[in-house]
């Protein structure tokens, strides 16, 4: 099979474009934490592109790790977003204006 | 082997590369598209339905690239787990006001600029990469039909992850603890302060 290479890396970069525009432009903290997933995806997909073109496994061991490293961010995130929500509902950032209340 | 059964063949091969470059193209549109509507969907929910269709596609594309391990993991760990745990974040929250506010700050375009400029960016940086000089890159499949297991099998990845990379892989397991701990201790509640 014949995958062309500039295919993948161009699909990771398009979707890293995307992930990186959502991160800036949305408002709420779960939609920009939902971006950095979309951004982390595309590195995963460069990284196992790279892994079949070179024949090396190391690029799928290191999108494992990525892997492993987001579902952390993921969870500590969260919590991050659940402490806000605490102190003003909503899950805005625009209302993220002081470090402590 | 007879001349017809030769060209046979042939056609099975053309036929079976095809339809798996077609294939590659589908899941390749169709990422980019969930994509675009995860970033854009005003209700979170949404969101969330859509990068789990963008999960889904980018573990195709993996099984693609002979990643058999990694799509797994990613429809377990991502499909499966985080997803999860950002809709139940979601559903704690209750944001009904959110979804009456705008979806985008009113500095979008610049945002949408920064990242067209970002995706050039990681694409001129790769240029040399992908396709580098005195290395022909042989797809893991040849390797696969000369015997031994493919790049990306289970043996392959544990092998390494208990070879050559076990202190990264243990190390990861201590990230994975901190994470627990900083998860529970952000988010208990506090006792107030008397």
Redesign the interface.
């Known amino acids: 099979?014949?995958?062309p290479?500039?295919?993948?890396?161009?699909?990771?970069?398009?979707?890293?474009?995307?992930?990186?525009?959502?991160f800036?432009?949305?408002?709420?903290i779960?939609?920009m934490?939902?971006?950095v997933?979309?951004m982390l995806?595309a590195v995963?997909?460069?990284l196992?592109?790279?892994?079949?073109?070179?024949?090396?496994?190391?690029g799928?061991?290191l999108?494992?790790?990525v892997?492993?490293?987001?579902?952390?961010?993921?969870?500590?995130g969260?919590?991050?977003?659940?402490?806000l929500?605490?102190n003003k509902?909503?899950?805005?950032v625009?209302d993220v204006t002081k470090l402590k209340w | 082997m007879s001349f017809q059964l030769w060209l046979l063949r042939l056609k099975q091969q053309f036929w079976?590369?095809s339809l798996?470059?077609a294939i590659?193209?589908y899941l390749?549109a169709a990422?980019?598209a969930s994509?675009?509507f995860?970033?854009?969907r005003k209700n979170?929910v949404h969101?969330?339905l859509w990068?789990l269709a963008?999960?889904l596609h980018?573990a195709g594309?993996?099984l693609?690239?002979?990643?058999e391990?990694?799509a797994a993991?990613?429809v377990i760990?991502?499909a499966g787990?985080?997803l999860v745990?950002?809709l139940f974040?979601?559903m704690?929250?209750d944001?009904p006001?959110?979804v009456e506010?705008?979806?985008?700050?009113s500095?979008?375009p610049?945002?949408?600029a920064?990242?067209?400029c970002?995706?050039?960016l990681?694409?001129l940086a790769?240029a040399p990469?992908?396709?580098?000089p005195g290395?022909a890159?042989?797809?893991?499949?040849e390797?696969a039909a000369t015997g031994g297991p493919a790049?990306?099998s289970l043996a392959?990845?544990g092998a390494?992850?208990f070879g050559p990379?076990a202190f990264?892989f243990e190390l990861?397991s201590l990230?994975?603890l901190?994470?627990?701990v900083?998860?529970?201790?952000?988010?208990r509640?506090r006792r107030a302060l008397s």
């Open positions: 099979m014949t995958l290479v500039d295919a993948i890396q161009g699909l990771s970069a398009v979707l890293f474009g995307i992930g990186v525009f959502g800036l432009a949305r408002r709420n779960i939609l934490f939902i971006s997933e979309v995806n995963n997909l460069s196992a592109g790279f892994a079949w073109f070179l024949d090396d496994l190391r799928q061991i999108a494992l790790f892997i492993a490293l987001a579902a952390a961010e993921a969870g500590v969260l919590g991050l977003v659940i402490a929500n605490r509902p909503g899950a805005a625009a | 079976r590369m798996l470059t590659f193209y390749a990422s980019v994509a675009l995860a970033v854009t979170p969101s969330m990068v963008l999960f980018v594309i993996f693609l690239l002979g990643a391990f990694l993991v990613q760990v991502y787990a985080i745990f950002y974040v979601v704690l929250l944001l006001v959110e506010r705008p979806r985008f700050g500095h979008w610049v945002a949408a920064v990242g067209a970002f995706a050039a990681v694409w790769q990469m992908r396709h580098p290395i890159p042989g797809p893991a499949v390797r790049r990306g392959e990845i390494a992850l990379f990264p990861v990230v994975l901190a994470a627990i900083g998860a529970v201790v952000l988010a509640k």
